[in-house]
């Protein structure tokens, strides 16, 4: 089944000018109101980067859980993995708004504060970006791996690559867990140093995987609608939507769970991150992040008729591309910004790092067959049908 | 014992789905075919959709409402009392409880909807229509009720697949 995808000139031209808008408008950011612009290269950066980690959970569950479903599919996570190295140039220069972002930056808070002083053999800036160096090549490293024997498997054959690719799978899965959650620490929940909730790394983690199937549903619809993915059925369909659902339940209730305990236990180090986010703007983020994160995919996603048609999939699947972006923004603002500004500054940077992220994903779409030749399970995923 | 049906054994999944396929189109449905596993072609043509799933969701929306009512009747209206500077209606708190107790009604609920649907009760003999139902063997049922010129055009397309047993 060879099937080749070919980026398309309009599609590249418009990623081009997608990408000019964002650079044009952060850099009018850093000139005008560079704390701001920072805040959004942050949030961009991490909402692009979940994506991928989550795409590459994706394909790690996948091979551990030795699913046929999926498996002419899966370059389309493979391809959204294939951001990750820009992604980690892009983190890295992060070194030059540390300043403007992180609180536990500053000399003057550090000699005053004694809790800041007290993390500080964690939270300094060279071990911070030692950290970064090493999550992003451990992630760039194994993914890297993966996409190799999953390539190779087209030309070889065999089932030596798909032993190979659970082995590393397994592996993935463990190094994801763990130093997402301490990446998710580090890059957003650093922001209020004097907060932590155990839960913060685990809700950030399922948001990457429900926005991650999102994306990765959403881009199979786009390839089906331009001709691609012929085999794609109302089951196909059907299990992108279990992902989505399963995932969105277990966002919400991680979601719940993080603010109910903090309520319960009402201790003031823990609740002044809800506090400081009980009026105005914020108050609103709030419900509107369970509401669309939670409430409405749960709700419309599950009856079985909806759940395998892509004209109710895809206004829940932007829908939910949006909460991600409200998730970011109500943890990200009221510490950095400290108002809810939103203009052409946020729609601008968003829109470039689509267009950059749209562009590299389309480019790794390009580099392979869009459906893996010899996968052991791609007869199984061809004739799926529940 | 009286029998009022009559059974077609089928040795394989294809010469029963054969049969099936040749007796929808002579407009006869079998009253319950019983696999040893599960075919999407018998699943679609007997065409029997549950709807259990739709009662599942409205024990739960009532069970929600039910229980979020009682515990705000109970510690709101009827004994109102202050735990730990918490507000008389401890909304997030009264979540949890109704999530554990709202899958507890839904799992009885439902259990007891599909025994009185299914007729199934505790102590119930089972009605086995063929010793080799419940074995590796494909078998249709029909009921004896369907007349004697269906039962004619069933028996001879049955007995190209499969074998007829009265």
Redesign the interface.
Known sequence: MEEKFVVPQKFRLLTYGLIAIGGISLLLGFLFDSQRAWANYLLNNFYFVSLSIGAAFFIAIQYVAQAGWSAAFKRVPEAMVSYLPVAGVLFLLLFFGMHSLYHWTHEDALQTDALLQHKSPYLNTPFFFARLIFFFGAWILLTAALRKFSVREDFEGGLNYFYKSEWYSRVLIFVLALTFSLFAVDAIMSLEPHWFSTLFAGKIFMAAVLHASTVIALIVIILHNRGHFEMLNHSHLHDFTRYIFMASIVWGYFNFAEFMLIWYANLPEETFFFVDRWHGAWKFLFFFNIVVNWAIPFVVLMPRMTSRSKPVMVPVIILLMIGQYTELYYIIWPATVHAAKFGWLEIGSFLGFTGLFSLVVANALSKASLVPKNHPYLEESVAHHF | MNKNYFTGVFHDEESLVKAFDRLKEAGIKPEEVYTPYPI?AILDGMGNKTRI?HAA?FYGLFAVIGLLSFMYYVSVIDWPLVF???PFNAF??F??VTIVATILVITLATLFTFSVRAKIFPGKKAEIVHPLATDDKFVMLFSDTIGKEKEEIVVNIIQEHGEVEK
Do not use: E, R
């Open positions: 999407h799933t969701f730990g500077g918490k997030p708190s979540i949890v």
